[in-house]
Structure formats: structure tokens, C-alpha cells
């Protein structure tokens, strides 16, 4: 599985982006794709996840209310929509697949998007 990320940027504090992650190579294996962020020296975090089989989510604490996860399972692609951005949503965004390969899952990532929001 390969994953691409596009749409980061600079955003004023109260703007919005949205970013997305196309999915290429055994896409049938995904069972849930998300958004994780990581500033340097931090651990990365959660944003928001969505299982591309029910659709059901789950976000991050510090997103809910104003980041909206959704998925394009025809084109491989799924979108973080970023409202009401802050300075602290400044981070490097990664893209993740979560796949079951027959005897276990593995984790894809992407490469990462830069997203830095001014005050």
C-alpha cells in the first residue's frame, strides 16, 4: 500500500484546509485509514480515524468539533476537512493505512504534509 498526501499549507488561526491522502497498490487490504500529527521531538498523535468498511470515526480530543474525516472508497481517497484551525494545529500530518495482510495488520504510511497556522 502506498499513500500520498496533499493539501497542507499556511492558514491563518480561525481558517480552513483540507487535506488529502490518495491510497494505491493492495487498497482491498485496508480496513481503516487516519490522520496522525507530529511535531518535532512529540510523539505522534491520533486526528481521526474512519473504517472505510462502516464508516464509523474517531477523532482526536483536541479536533472534535471542528476537523471531519470522510473517505472516497471508489477513488482510493480520503479527506481531512480542517475548520476553525489553531497554532497549536501546526504539525507534520501523516496519512495511515491500517491493513490486514492474512495473518496479521500492518500500519502504511504517507509521507507527511506540513500544515502551520499563523495567529
Known amino acids: 500500500v502506498q499513500l500520498v498526501e496533499s493539501g497542507g499549507g499556511l492558514v491563518q488561526a480561525g481558517g480552513s484546509l483540507r487535506l488529502s491522502c490518495l491510497a494505491s497498490g493492495d487498497t482491498f487490504s485496508i480496513n481503516a485509514v487516519g490522520w496522525y500529527r507530529q511535531a518535532s521531538g512529540k510523539l505522534r498523535e491520533l486526528v481521526a480515524q474512519?473504517?472505510?468498511?462502516?464508516?464509523?470515526?474517531n477523532y482526536g480530543d483536541s479536533v472534535k468539533g471542528r476537523f471531519t474525516i470522510s473517505r472516497d472508497n471508489a477513488k482510493n481517497t480520503m479527506y481531512l476537512q480542517m475548520n476553525n484551525l489553531k497554532p497549536e494545529d501546526t504539525d507534520v500530518y501523516y496519512c495511515?493505512?491500517?491493513?490486514?495482510?492474512?495473518?496479521?495488520?500492518?500500519?502504511?504510511w504517507g509521507q507527511g504534509t506540513q500544515v502551520t497556522v499563523s495567529s
Open positions: 474512519i473504517n472505510v468498511l462502516d464508516g464509523s470515526t
Open positions: 495511515n493505512a491500517l491493513s490486514w495482510d492474512g495473518t496479521g495488520y500492518r500500519n502504511y
